[in-house]
């Protein structure tokens, strides 16, 4: 059974930041392109930074400079640290493995709120 289970969410002054973590089982997760997505209510889910199993990255356009994937195969985990928190970078963030595949996977997502 694949799990990706994601954890360091939670509530963050402007400016502020934080380390969210994937972790995955159930996967040979070398093998994966992993992603971070983001949704608010009423809007898509969109794609804010991803990294290929060679660990080239590519992010949206509006946190470049401000978050970092990474990844450590070893510990089949996925990382996103996050620095310069602004208010529209609220949402309920979501892990992916196999972002272009036929049959994606997808974690529970977690909170991250920015607000003062």
């Known amino acids: 059974q694949v799990q990706l289970v994601e954890s360091g969410g939670g509530l963050v002054q402007p400016g502020g930041s934080l380390r969210l973590s994937c972790a995955a089982s159930?996967?040979?997760?070398?093998?994966?392109?992993m992603g971070w997505y983001r949704q608010t209510p009423g809007k898509q889910r969109e794609l804010v930074a991803k990294?290929?199993?060679?660990?080239?990255?590519d992010y949206q356009d509006s946190v470049k400079g401000r978050f970092t994937i990474s990844r450590v195969n070893a510990k089949r985990t996925v990382y996103l640290q996050m620095n310069g928190l602004k208010p529209e970078d609220t949402a309920v963030y979501y892990c992916c493995a196999g972002l272009s595949s036929m049959r994606p996977y997808w974690g529970q997502g977690t909170q991250v709120t920015v607000s003062s």
């Open positions: 990294i290929t199993t060679d660990g080239d990255t």
């Open positions: 159930g996967i040979v997760f070398n093998i994966y392109e």
